[in-house]
């Protein structure tokens, strides 16, 4: 059977790799034998991940990749996706595993090579839905320009996990000369965001939640290091890249401040919110700076740079809605203030517990 694309559920042979007949899978669910090490670790690994991921580097099988890289320096990251639901409006459990890791690796100002995958099944997941993930994981690998190279998977007993965890870690290679930290932050610095923001938190509360709002709102996850590869050759000086996932717009901007010993003060009807997830931020009491982000990044340069950056963030296909939402200052240091829609002041401080958990 060939694989179509475009339906989720129907794959019973390889999409592509060796010309060797594989096995085909043989159960509807993960029993605890895919993870023994035995024939239906084989089956399993060999007759679905491994067709899925399949390149030259991944065929070797090895419990390890051997890896040829650009001269630079290599920059390297991992994170772990619990995301409930598994699938959401807008992307799934794999989509966000492999445009999280790719982004964090960008955020260095690196060009995301190579990841690995390690899965956690729980025993009962649906194989159904195991190809599910793995089709969307490969196709965003695709849009991302990296391979999948190593990878794990392991079996937990019934109501020992909660259907499937992914861990993911990149890898790429960082140009001399780039240095991207809140140390080299400045007062006067401008701050931008490439769109609007909380959609992705809203989108994974209105299922889980089993909300309805007029307008569907979709997970924002996308692979970003095609826009920051814009970011840095627009302004090679850019300061500091970071994507706001957890803790928001908010959480990202106090760990700069803090880290930088500098004030950023934000001007709120300047921050891009979708009027739908306003709306749904008002109706459930949370505010959008707090809620998560998975296709979104934060850039501060130079303010000469602002405008020029600005215009060429807003070219890419990624970047539609970006905006100068504020600047670094020299008083206030290690705080985030804002000035508000009614032109008051106030400080924007990190939420002292989880406001969405398993939001990634």
Known sequence: MTADPDKETEVRAPFSGPSCPLPLLDHDEIVIGHGSGGKLTHQLVEGLIVPAFFNDLLAPLHDGATLSVPAGRIAMSTDSYV???????????????????????????????FLSVAFVLEEGFPMADLERVVRTMRRAADEAGVRIVTGDTKVVDRGKADRIFINTTGVGVLPDGIELHPTQVRPGDRILVSGEIATHGIAILSVREGLSFETEIESDTAPLNGLVETILK???????????????LTGTLNEIAQQGGVGIRLDEVRIPVREAVRGACEILGLDPLHVANEGKLVAIVPAGRAESLLAAMRAHPLGGESSIIGEVTDHSA??????????GERIVDRLTGEQLPRIC
Not at 334 to 343: A, D
Request: net charge positive.
């Open 83 to 113: 995301v409930d639901p598994v699938f959401f409006p807008g992307g799934d459990i794999g989509r966000l595993a492999v445009n999280g890791t790719v982004n964090d690796v960008a955020m260095c100002g690196a060009r995301p090579l």
């Open 234 to 248: 627009t302004c090679p000086d850019v300061r500091v890249l970071r994507d706001p996932t957890r803790g928001g």
């Open 334 to 343: 290690g705080l985030v203030t804002m000035r508000t829609r009614v032109g």
